[in-house]
């Protein structure tokens, strides 16, 4: 919503300031789709020549999620908290009966009360595959928070792809802006002839693409993938609040310790609240 918002008012100052100012709108949109082909186009090819196929997969996803916000709310963060909690209440109780939960989640008991959490199959594999080594007396903490480090390590270099490729590409968009420029500055050269009333609109049609790529790369793309990166890292966060529980239940600390150290873990605007999982908690304790 807010970056929808956000398009809306850097346009409106945009254009709205350079109309106010006595600027005349005729020749920026007399040049623009020309413009936009040559810088546009160039901007898009070089995507598809700088990256592989999973990033460009990704793209339009990645975009969508940048407007979409981050995927992990409150709620979630409370869920998965008290997932992991009947997890680790599990394996120490009586860690035969973990298998059928880590081994099968879509037909767990535990697993299915979340199904937003299910859903995700990189939860569900984190927490399963190391729930399933630590079963296998795959048990030191040290090694498990390691492992852990890395495989988190490599999903975040995953995630980042589609960021830095943006990025990439806000960075060359004046450049490419320059180019149309030149094209345009080439264009007025070969009508010198003309009256000086023509080629002032010519060269500024030429301006336009110096414009059309700064502004594209600063009041658009850029902001978009920055913010791509921030709802990237914020998802991230979510698999380090599960790191945080797992570690803490190897080394062998009261299962409601465990979740106390992931809610800690949990950034501050979508951390609940010590009372509201204490309650959550004593409702799971009794149901059982």
Same mark, same amino acid.
């Given at each position: ?78 869920? %998965? =908290?008290?997932? $992991?909690?009947?997890?680790?209440? #599990?394996?120490?109780?009586?860690? !035969?009966? +973990? ?98 009333? %023509? =080629?002032?609109? $010519?060269?500024?049609?030429?301006? #336009?693409?110096?414009?059309?790529? !700064?502004? +594209? ?72």
């Amino acid at each position: 919503m807010f970056g929808i918002v956000g398009i809306v008012v850097t346009f409106a100052m945009v254009f709205g300031g350079y109309t106010l100012a006595g600027g005349k709108m005729g020749v920026i949109t007399h040049s623009l789709p020309f413009e936009m082909m040559m810088i546009g186009g160039a901007a898009i090819g070089s995507y598809l020549l700088t990256n592989d196929g999973h990033t460009l997969k990704q793209t339009p996803g990645g975009i969508i999620r940048a407007f979409k916000g981050p995927q992990w709310k409150e709620s979630d963060h409370q869920d %998965v =908290l008290c997932l $992991m909690f009947q997890l680790l209440k #599990v394996a120490r109780e009586n860690p !035969v009966a +973990l298998e059928q939960h880590i081994e099968n989640p879509t037909e767990s008991p535990i697993f299915t009360a979340y199904p937003r959490l299910l859903a995700d199959h990189e939860v569900v594999s984190l927490i399963a595959d190391t729930l399933r080594s630590a079963s296998l007396n795959y048990d030191d903490p040290y090694q498990v928070e390691e492992i852990l480090a890395r495989r988190l390590a490599g999903l975040r270099e995953d995630s980042m792809h589609v960021p830095h490729a943006l990025q990439n590409m806000a960075d060359a968009l004046p450049a490419l802006g320059i180019v149309a420029a030149v094209l345009g500055v080439i264009k007025t050269m070969s009508a010198i002839d003309q009256p000086p009333a %023509v =080629l002032g609109g $010519m060269i500024g049609g030429a301006l #336009v693409g110096t414009f059309l790529g !700064v502004f +594209l790369a600063y009041g658009f793309v850029a902001p978009l993938a920055g913010r791509l990166g921030g709802v990237v890292k914020q998802d991230l966060a979510f698999f380090d609040v599960i790191k945080s529980v797992l570690i803490a239940g190897l080394h062998q600390h009261a299962t409601n310790l465990c979740v106390e150290v992931g809610r800690q873990a949990v950034p501050d605007h979508v951390r609940p609240s010590f009372n509201t999982l204490e309650a959550a908690l004593r409702d799971l304790k009794k149901a059982a």
